[in-house]
């Protein structure tokens, strides 16, 4: 058993959506170890975060944590990296 790194991209459901509500929800609700902020366009901002984890059970325990969260549209894994 390792740990992996998982990069995600958290878009909300319109550019009116508090951004800052998100975040607050998600770094209270997992271990994040890097989190950032992105423009997309037309007042769009998309929120990017790496968590490590272990690797059992995959992604999709952390993907359904995100979508739960109230305002988030869409939810991506960008990457998986073992480490």
């Given at each position: 058993m390792g740990?992996?790194?998982?990069?995600?991209k958290i878009t909300p459901?319109?550019?009116?959506?508090?951004i800052e509500n998100i975040k607050k929800k998600i770094l209270s609700d997992m271990v994040v170890k890097d989190l950032k902020i992105e423009p997309i366009a037309?007042?769009?901002k998309a929120i990017k975060i790496l968590i490590v984890k272990n690797d059992t059970g995959g992604t999709d325990d952390v993907e359904?944590?995100?979508r739960g969260i109230d305002?988030?549209?869409s939810v991506e894994v960008e990457s998986v990296t073992l480490l």
């Amino acid at each position: 058993m390792g740990t992996v790194a998982i990069s995600i991209k958290i878009t909300p459901e319109s550019p009116e959506v508090d951004i800052e509500n998100i975040k607050k929800k998600i770094l209270s609700d997992m271990v994040v170890k890097d989190l950032k902020i992105e423009p997309i366009a037309f007042g769009l901002k998309a929120i990017k975060i790496l968590i490590v984890k272990n690797d059992t059970g995959g992604t999709d325990d952390v993907e359904e944590k995100i979508r739960g969260i109230d305002g988030v549209g869409s939810v991506e894994v960008e990457s998986v990296t073992l480490l």
